[in-house]
Every structure is written in structure tokens, then in C-alpha cells.
């Protein structure tokens, strides 16, 4: 089916930048929209963005908006989170998700990625 591979993850300094990626392989013909969510210690697992594979069409959670970016190459089958600006807040484990025609949810997960951002 559909296979997903997070990397970037680490530890940066409040301010920093990291960029995320995850590596989609398989039937990739089949991806509807793609998102990365994230789930902090002790807290439910959110959207924090997603992004549809043909046209590019983008969500943010309120909590990133203007300073992560999602973007995708089709032709590459990877999805990217590019994160500025990073607040403490923002640590978690980030995971990579995709959706596929006709699932009705985020049906295929990445095993995560760290982010943790020191204050």
C-alpha cells in the first residue's frame, strides 16, 4: 500500500529552523491529501498541517500559521514541514500522515520524528 518515512527531527534553540521530510512509497498513485500531526508529552495527537497531493491546496493549524510551511514533491513522493521560528511549544513527536482516495481518514502513519526545542 502506502509507506511513510518522517526524518529532520532533533534539538534546536528557540528562534531555529528545522525541516522535516517523509519519504512516501508504494501505491502513492493513490494519495489524496497528506498532513503532519504532532503529539506532545501527556497531550492528544493534533493536525498541525496538510496539504492535498495534486493541487496543493493547504491547512494550518492556528498555532503554526505563518511560521511552518507544507509543501510536497510529487515527483519526488516526499512531503515536507518546513518549521521557523520554533517556540518550546512546538515539541513533540512528529508524525507524518497520508490519506487515501476513498479511506475516509489518515489511513497509513510514519513512525515519528523528535522535535524538541530548547527554551
Known amino acids: 500500500q502506502v509507506q511513510l518515512v518522517e526524518s529532520g527531527g532533533g534539538l534546536v534553540q528557540a528562534g531555529g529552523s528545522l525541516r522535516l521530510s517523509c519519504a512516501a512509497s508504494?501505491?502513492?498513485?493513490?494519495?489524496?491529501?497528506m498532513g503532519w500531526f504532532r503529539q506532545a508529552p501527556g497531550k492528544e495527537r493534533g493536525l498541525v498541517a496538510r496539504?492535498?497531493?495534486?493541487?496543493?491546496?493547504?491547512y494550518y493549524a492556528d498555532s503554526v500559521k505563518g511560521r511552518f510551511t507544507i509543501s510536497r514533491d510529487n515527483a519526488k513522493n516526499t512531503l515536507y514541514l518546513q518549521m521557523n521560528s520554533l517556540k518550546p511549544e512546538d515539541t513533540a513527536v512528529y508524525y507524518c500522515?497520508?490519506?487515501?482516495?476513498?479511506?475516509?481518514?489518515?489511513?497509513?502513519w510514519g513512525q515519528g520524528t523528535q522535535v524538541t526545542v530548547s527554551s
Open positions: 500522515a497520508a490519506d487515501t482516495y476513498g479511506s475516509n481518514t489518515y489511513n497509513y
Open positions: 496539504i492535498t497531493w495534486t493541487l496543493g491546496y493547504t
Open positions: 508504494g501505491r502513492t498513485d493513490r494519495l489524496d491529501a
